[in-house]
């Protein structure tokens, strides 16, 4: 029985020797750090991103060329950081930026999520100064009457009033012949021009002035750029812009420089028209020009 118990003692000692030769051979194979076993284990609790952030956006410009817009449509991100290539940078969610001029620049956008993971996303933006078309002038007929009563036809519109008369009277008017507006009010001058650039300052000038025929009267006389119309009842709703001017400012018997400041709005078309009342009047020397 002693010989039994000594054997099992004799191979027991020789089991555990042998386990603690592997666990040596075991343990000097590997890094025994505290840091290379916490690499190798997880967080109490951790689980994979099953929804990692994607980064995207896209790019809108603006009227002013240098500025532009840019619209995140990243996914499952809580943070935000763009770059926008030129030295500027925001957290914002979405971004938006004016580059200091032309070139190309690259914009990225940064998306990171609650766990720290993040993703990246980039554009090239080509900043250009677009080419403006020059504005278009129109072209006004007959714009000094010097054509005597053939002047007339491009100034003329019976569905609005009588034509105007031309006249050659000394101090009424520039080169041959000037336009005039009898006492009674019941001429006009309507010309249809283009073509214009929408959306942009014009300024008419023209000379005028007046000869006092009705001494308790103050007349006046109304330049306007109106739409196109073939109704006087029209004119209110047809009006873009309109000055008047009167005799007891402008004075009487020698020409005055006039002009009226207006913006083509989305007309192409537009008309000159012009009436007086109360009194004479007389107008000439059109011209047209955009206002820088």
């Known amino acids: 029985m002693k010989n039994i118990n000594r054997l099992k003692i004799g191979v027991s000692q020789q089991l555990m020797a042998?386990?603690?030769?592997?666990?040596?051979i075991a343990f000097v194979g590997c890094d025994p750090t505290i840091?290379?076993?916490a690499f190798n284990l997880p967080e109490a609790n951790s689980?994979?991103?099953l929804t990692p952030p994607s980064a995207e956006f896209?790019?809108?410009?603006t009227a002013d060329f240098l500025t532009y817009t840019f619209a995140n449509e990243s996914r499952s991100a809580t943070s935000y950081v763009w770059?926008?290539?030129?030295?500027n940078s925001s957290t914002e969610l979405d971004g938006i930026n004016t580059f200091p001029g032309e070139g190309t620049y690259t914009v990225t956008l940064t998306a990171t999520d609650d766990l720290g993971v993040s993703s990246t996303y980039s554009e090239e933006i080509n900043v250009v100064e677009p080419i403006v078309p020059p504005t278009l002038i129109p072209v006004i007929l007959e714009a000094g009457f010097d054509n005597g009563n053939d002047s007339r036809d491009p100034?003329?519109?019976?569905?609005l009033g009588g034509v105007i008369q031309i006249t050659s009277s000394n101090g009424y008017h520039e080169g041959n012949n000037g336009a005039k507006l009898p006492k009674s009010g019941d001429r006009i001058g309507y010309q249809l021009i283009g073509e214009f650039t929408p959306n942009e300052v014009y300024e008419l000038k023209f000379k005028y002035t007046f000869r006092d025929q009705e001494e308790a009267e103050n007349g006046s006389i109304t330049i306007a750029m109106v739409q196109p119309m073939n109704s006087i009842d029209q004119l209110e709703d047809n009006t873009i812009s309109s000055i008047t001017y009167t005799e007891d400012v402008a004075g009487v018997g020698s020409l005055v420089s006039g002009s009226l400041v207006f913006n083509s709005g989305a007309n192409s078309a537009l008309a000159i028209f012009f009436y007086n009342d109360a009194d004479e009047a007389y107008i000439d020397s059109f011209e047209i020009e955009a206002v820088e």
């Open 83 to 87: 770059d926008y290539g030129d030295g």
């Open 58 to 61: 896209t790019v809108s410009p």
């Open 18 to 24: 042998t386990l603690l030769f592997v666990v040596s």
């Open 155 to 159: 100034w003329r519109n019976s569905d």
């Open 47 to 49: 689980q994979e991103d």
């Open 35 to 37: 840091d290379a076993l």
